[in-house]
């Protein structure tokens, strides 16, 4: 039914009916008024491409080596310096093992930045 109208309505503003009715919120009725949408559409899409070629690429790979760089050192430091271990009696209880592994260690242990109560 609503297609029915909306068609309905669409042939009266083309044959001249109704001229002061506006459609939707464009001119994409008319030929000239799609073309018009279809040049927008390049020159918008143009400029997001170009957008993300040279300012977000360039920013991903900035903040990606930033990044790493940190980590590099943080990982070097802990080389180093590893972080003291004190074993509270609430840590490491288990009520049983691990199916995977030797059963005491989680699957995201890692033995450079997790301490081992043993």
């Known amino acids: 039914m609503f297609r029915t109208l909306q068609l309905a309505r669409t042939a009266a503003v083309r044959n001249g009916a109704m001229r002061n009715v506006r459609l939707y919120s464009g001119n994409m009725y008319t030929r000239e008024g799609y073309k018009a949408a279809q040049e927008h ?11 993300s070629l040279y300012v977000a690429m360039p920013l991903c790979l ?19 310096d ?6 509270y009696p609430y840590m490491h209880v288990r009520k049983c ?8 260690h989680t699957i995201f242990w890692n033995p450079l930045v997790n301490p081992d109560p043993e």
């Open 97 to 104: 093992k691990f199916p995977f592994g030797d059963g005491e």
């Open 62 to 80: 900035i903040f990606g080596y930033v990044a790493v760089t940190d980590e590099m050192e943080h990982i070097h430091h802990l080389e180093h």
């Open 82 to 87: 590893p972080p003291t271990f004190v074993a």
């Open 41 to 51: 559409a390049k020159v918008a899409a143009e400029t997001w491409r170009k957008i």
